[in-house]
């Protein structure tokens, strides 16, 4: 009997030190969650420039001590280029209780603006083209609510000069862009105005989805001169599909995505991703630091601007750059 009552004693003994154990740990990661800081990250599609933000993102953090997993928790999903989508994906995150959301393209940054209203969680934006026509901010020296960020604009005018250095015969310049996506149609608008200013025919076609973006660069062959794809997330997510229509017909194709440039595009002018990504880290650990709120950042415009030609395609579509452009660019391919 003895015997028995020790064994008894022995086995609730080591129920209760399981027991507390567990309520231990339970406690210890209940409180360690409540600490650290949650950024969740909403992007509108996937491809390789906004890849790139992200990538500058998460190492701008990395840099200032917040290390994913250790220090901080990190959420990260695609919106797969649907704004319903983007909207779901911001609620879970407000569920969540992220210190900050940080929406990567204009369309979860519209979502992420709208669902936080009133529950004074901090956005921040970063490729936004036009953050003043999207109403996500009045007024970019001092955003009025809880939405700051970085923008991602290059003035057309500026591309449209390159490109005509490059190809001065150019009259007619094909346009992809998505009409149910704020920026890109933001994009189309200057694009118009600059192209009459320049006395160049502007031949546009839509693609929706990247299934159509096909379909859409077949439509301009044997219509213009150049194809120009300007920050259009959907045409950009499926560029392949352009270079390729480009390279059977001989089109040149011009970007405003620098990475694009090894998918076959001939010349880029525009931000360097990755850089504006750190750009928008730096505006989080601000804001995760409690040195400011979203109100007391100004809007950012891209501080690096990269023109980059591709000598490769240069030479099967048989044009020479500039030496001026030579001198200027950062070239790819031998």
């Known amino acids: 009997m003895n015997k028995i009552f020790k064994q008894v004693v022995v086995a609730v003994i080591a129920i209760m030190a399981l027991l ?44 200032s001590g917040y290390i994913s997993g250790k220090n901080m928790q990190s959420f990260y999903e695609s919106a797969q280029g649907n704004p319903a ?17 940080v929406a990567i393209g204009t369309t979860p940054a519209q979502a992420a603006a709208q669902v936080t209203q009133g529950s004074n969680i901090p956005v921040v934006f970063a490729s936004v083209t036009d953050p003043v026509g999207t109403k996500l901010v009045t007024n970019p020296e001092k955003p009025e609510q809880n939405v700051t960020g970085v923008s991602n604009f290059v003035a057309v005018e500026r591309q ?20 149910g996506e704020a920026n890109s149609v933001t994009l189309l608008e200057k694009t118009q105005v600059a192209t009459k200013k320049e006395g160049i025919t502007l031949v546009t076609t839509p693609a929706s989805k990247t299934s159509e973006v096909l379909s859409a660069a077949q439509n301009l062959v044997g219509k213009v001169d150049a194809i120009f794809v300007n920050n259009d997330n959907t045409a950009l997510a499926a560029f392949d599909a352009v270079a390729k229509i480009g390279a059977e017909n001989k089109i040149p194709v011009f970007v405003s ?10 010349a880029a002018l525009g ?11 730096k505006m989080i650990v601000k804001i995760l630091e409690g040195q400011a709120k979203p109100s007391d950042i100004p809007v950012e415009w ?22 001026e452009l030579v001198s200027e660019a950062e070239q790819f391919g031998n």
């Open 20 to 63: 507390i154990g567990r309520w231990l740990w339970t406690n210890k990661t209940a409180q360690t969650s409540i600490n650290i800081p949650i950024v969740s990250i909403v992007q509108v599609i996937e491809h390789p420039a906004l890849d790139q933000t992200r990538q500058g993102i998460m190492d701008e953090l990395a840099a």
């Open 160 to 179: 449209l000069k390159i490109f005509l250095k490059i190809l001065p015969s150019m009259t007619r310049l094909g346009y992809i862009y998505n009409p």
């Open 271 to 281: 931000p360097d991703q990755y850089q504006l990504g750190r750009q928008t880290g």
């Open 85 to 101: 989508l983007a909207t779901q994906i911001v609620q879970k995150f407000v569920g969540q209780k992220s210190s900050v959301i």
């Open 302 to 323: 891209p501080k690096k601007i990269d023109l980059k030609l591709n000598i490769e395609v240069a030479e099967r579509l048989g044009i020479q750059f500039m030496d």
């Open 257 to 266: 995505d620098i990475d694009c440039l090894n998918k076959g595009a001939l």
